[in-house]
């Protein structure tokens, strides 16, 4: 499979345009307005690929299965498990048909199931990327919890209640979110490509704070900036 597909025509087995449905695995295809007559009986197209899988392929899954490892990105052992799995055959009967242990099998079950979460995660970042978000956690973030769940709406509002016209900070806000959000402002007065010195990080702050110290501090402790051991550097996280 050279193409690209999304999650759904994969479990669907074919793929699906404005004037056609094509099998994924072949080169049938069928005309979308198209009826077919098939056992004796007319269907429309989506029904005529999914029969064509079916007695073809053995079925979107098969389908999959029958790609190679490297498409696929397990080992050959994994691919022998899950074509068996498909079958719904019990751990033993694998085991006894691949010459393996029980526990062998158990054991590549679980790494597949680790293997699914990893390529959830993966996808979900890759979807992400490709929908342009915009990050609103940054990278550094120690705890990740409802604070980070900022609406634009929101964001506005703190800035506006807690900066002055000239952007200089009017006060250091109590509650923990809108305090988030005024770090997230603050740290923008820095480069992440770029490394400071305590000195250069005063000298940014004092222009937007009167406490800087207590505002550095909160940087690194809520993760937006990091420092080397001697304190001698400092960056903010991308």
């Not at 158990?106 to 390529?119: V, W």
């Not at 420092?227 to 960056?235: I, S």
Request: aromatic fraction near 10%.
């Amino acid at each position: 499979m050279e193409d690209a597909f999304n999650l759904i025509e994969y479990k669907n087995g074919y793929s699906a345009s404005d004037e056609t449905v094509q099998c994924l695995y072949c080169e049938q295809q069928y005309m979308v307005d198209e009826i077919v007559a098939l056992d004796e009986k007319l269907v429309t197209a989506r029904h005529a690929i999914k029969k064509h899988l079916i007695d073809q392929h053995g079925g979107p899954l098969l389908g999959l299965l029958s790609q190679t490892k490297e498409q696929l990105g397990v080992t050959q052992t994994q691919k022998d498990i899950l074509v068996l799995f498909a079958q719904q055959l019990s751990d033993t009967t694998i085991a006894q048909r691949l010459e393996i242990s029980t526990s062998a099998v158990r054991n590549q079950r679980f790494k597949l199931k680790e293997k699914e979460r990893q390529a959830t995660q993966f996808l979900s970042v890759m979807s992400l990327l490709n929908n342009g978000h915009d990050w609103q956690v940054h990278r550094g973030a120690t705890m990740i919890d409802e604070r980070y769940q900022i609406h634009e709406e929101e964001r506005q509002h703190v800035c506006n209640t807690y900066f002055d016209e000239q952007g200089r900070l009017k006060q250091l806000p109590s509650k923990e979110k809108r305090k988030i959000i005024v770090l997230q402002q603050l740290s923008q007065l820095f480069d992440f490509q770029k490394n400071y010195s305590e000195r250069a990080v005063n000298d940014l702050l004092k222009m937007k704070v009167d406490d800087y110290v207590t505002v550095r501090r909160y940087l690194i402790e809520y993760g937006f900036f990091r420092r080397t051991k001697d304190g001698a550097t400092y960056w903010r996280q991308g």
